[in-house]
């Protein structure tokens, strides 16, 4: 999720997903990144709704099924990272506390698999699931890395690619070079390969029309949740505006 540092705002991948499903979602995480960037706080953990019919809000709590969700992606993560040492591949493994650098060595060394890498580019970062090395020049050397992500569903979504797409922007800054393919494991086990051109400059419009909404972004004028379509982690609070303006929805 976006967050600040310092006076500027960090964004990630599942940013650009959030917008592509709800205006709402976006703008509140943005808020949401906002208030905790300066140091607006409560007692309950809560912030003053920026709704003018509530008194406060925060993000939907983890529920079971959710949590169920987690735990069943990191075992499937886990699987393919076992499996892929099962080849006897070199692996890089860091944690979501290692830095770009630790990253970057990895990558110039030419290590074959690196697990968790940090990715950045300008005011966008994230951490892979896995990088994966490949033959091809680039500012590396004689070898590249392209992407590839674990996931849960047992047919891809467009998402998947959008997320994809947005770190092998951030791997073209890095090394020189676009990869040409990208890659999600599926929740059945199969292997899906995709070509990153194909989707890649839907990825940059959304990504346009994404930064162009963060630039007029206005603290004072929430957005109204029925005029979207889902409301991502911030259900429970767009389901008591709707509630309190007697909305239809």
Same mark, same amino acid.
């Given at each position: 999720?976006?967050y600040?540092?310092g006076? %500027?705002l960090?964004?990630?991948p599942?940013d650009?997903?959030?917008f592509l499903n709800? !205006?709402?979602?976006?703008?509140?995480d943005?808020w949401?990144?906002?208030?905790?960037?300066?140091?607006?706080?409560s007692a309950?953990?809560?912030?003053? %709704?920026?709704?003018p019919c &509530?008194s406060?809000c925060g993000?939907d $709590? /983890?529920?079971e099924?959710?949590g =169920?969700i987690a735990?069943?992606?990191?075992?499937?993560?886990?699987?393919?990272l076992?499996?892929l040492k %099962?080849? $006897?591949l070199?692996?890089a493994e860091?944690?979501r506390?290692d830095? &770009? *650098?630790k990253?970057?060595a990895?990558?110039?060394?030419g #290590?074959? #698999?690196?697990?968790q890498?940090?990715?950045?580019?300008?005011?966008w970062?994230g951490?892979? *699931?896995?990088l994966?090395k490949?033959a $091809?020049k680039s500012?590396?050397? *004689?070898?590249?890395?392209e992407?590839w992500?674990?996931?849960?569903?047992?047919?891809?979504?467009?998402?998947?690619l959008?997320? &994809?797409c947005a770190y092998? /922007?951030?791997?073209e800054?890095?090394? $020189?070079?676009?990869p040409? /393919?990208?890659?999600? #494991? &599926?929740?059945?086990k199969t292997?899906?390969?995709?070509?990153?051109?194909?989707?890649?400059?839907?990825f940059? !419009? =959304?990504?346009? @029309?994404f930064? /162009?909404?963060?630039?007029t972004?206005d603290? @004072?004028?929430?957005p109204?949740p029925?005029d979207?379509?889902?409301?991502?982690r911030?259900?429970?609070?767009a389901?008591?505006?709707?509630?309190a @303006?007697? *909305? =239809?929805?």
């Open positions: 999720r976006m600040k540092r006076k %500027a960090q964004y990630s599942s650009l997903t959030v709800s !205006e709402f979602a976006s703008w509140m943005r949401h990144a906002e208030q905790r960037g300066n140091n607006v706080s309950d953990g809560n912030f003053a %709704a920026p709704h &509530l406060a993000p $709590g /983890e529920d099924e959710m =169920l735990r069943k992606g990191n075992e499937h993560e886990q699987f393919f076992k499996s %099962a080849q $006897g070199t692996i860091f944690t506390s830095a &770009l *650098d990253t970057l990895a990558m110039k060394q #290590i074959p #698999i690196i697990y890498g940090r990715l950045q580019m300008e005011d970062a951490y892979t *699931d896995f994966s490949q $091809g500012l590396l050397g *004689d070898h590249h890395y992407v992500d674990t996931k849960l569903a047992r047919s891809p979504k467009p998402y998947f959008i997320q &994809l092998a /922007e951030m791997l800054y890095l090394q $020189g070079m676009r040409k /393919e990208v890659e999600v #494991i &599926l929740g059945d292997r899906k390969r995709f070509v990153t051109d194909n989707f890649f400059y839907y940059r !419009e =959304l990504k346009r @029309s930064t /162009e909404y963060q630039k972004f603290a @004072s004028n929430a109204y029925g979207s379509a889902s409301f991502g911030w259900s429970e609070y389901e008591q505006i709707l509630h @303006s007697d *909305d =239809l929805s």
